[in-house]
Nanobody
Framework: QVQLEESGGGLVQAGGSLRLSCAAS????????MGWHRQAPGMQRESVAT???????NYADSVKGRFTVSRDSAKNTVYLQMNSLKPEDTAVYYC??????????WGQGTQVTVSS
């Protein structure tokens, strides 16, 4: 079992920055890739950024050049640095981990609100 706890959400003006953190606990040795998804009201949950155990990253086109995902394996923590935030980035952001054997884990979510 893996537990994920997010922190760092909040309210920010357009153009501002936020940094999200997600600390994993439990069977962290089994974690492969980690990342962030988001879900806006009335919308489907979408992948924002992922990072593999080897450090390979992937981003949604809508956040490329603005968001950076990173990972501290020693701390079992994944981060999402969000710069140049836009009102359309407003959503609940969820941390995600995939373990080996294959199983998906989710955090409880943290609200990010970007005002115009």
């Amino acid at each position: 079992q893996v537990q994920l706890e997010e922190s760092g959400g909040g309210l920010v003006q357009a153009g501002g920055s936020l940094r999200l953190s997600c600390a994993a606990s439990g069977s962290t040795f089994s974690i492969g890739s980690m990342g962030w998804h988001r879900q806006a009201p009335g919308m489907q949950r979408e992948s924002v950024a992922t990072i593999s155990s080897g450090g390979r990253t992937n981003y949604a086109d809508s956040v490329k050049g603005r968001f950076t995902v990173s990972r501290d394996s020693a701390k079992n923590t994944v981060y999402l640095q969000m710069n140049s935030l836009k009102p359309e980035d407003t959503a609940v952001y969820y941390c995600h981990a995939i373990t080996i054997p294959l199983r998906n884990y989710w955090g409880q979510g943290t609200q990010v609100t970007v005002s115009s």
